[in-house]
Nanobody, 123 residues
Framework: QVQLVESGGGLVQNGGSLRLSCAAS????????MGWFRQAPGKEREFVAT????????HYPDSVKGRFTISRDNAKNTLYLQMNSLKPEDTAVYYC????????????????WGQGTQVTVSS
């Protein structure tokens, strides 16, 4: 079993930056594909980024490509999401997730989820 705890959310102005962290515990972190998802009020959970266990493969949707960067430090059992040029439409609860599968972008493929951290971007 894997436990995930997000941190780093908060209030930021339009155009600002935040770095989210996800601390993992339990089974060996390095062998899991990791992902970030977000959910705004009244919206479906949305894929944000994913990274392979080695860090060599990443994917992003067009909505965040060029602005967000996913990374991981397996020695620290920690996942990161660097968010730059934030927009009000990025406002959501952000969740980290883990799966033993190969790289995946659909929420249903992820077995473990954190409780989320709120990101609010003011206009």
């Amino acid at each position: 079993q894997v436990q995930l705890v997000e941190s780093g959310g908060g209030l930021v102005q339009n155009g600002g930056s935040l770095r989210l962290s996800c601390a993992a515990s339990g089974r060996t972190f390095s062998r899991y594909t990791m992902g970030w998802f977000r959910q705004a009020p009244g919206k479906e959970r949305e894929f944000v980024a994913t990274i392979s266990w080695s860090g060599g493969i990443t994917h992003y949707p067009d909505s965040v490509k060029g602005r967000f960067t996913i990374s991981r430090d397996n020695a620290k059992n920690t996942l990161y999401l660097q968010m730059n040029s934030l927009k009000p439409e990025d406002t959501a609860v952000y969740y980290c997730a883990a799966t033993a599968r190969d790289i995946a972008i659909l929420p249903r493929f992820y077995n473990y989820w954190g409780q989320g951290t709120q990101v609010t971007v003011s206009s």
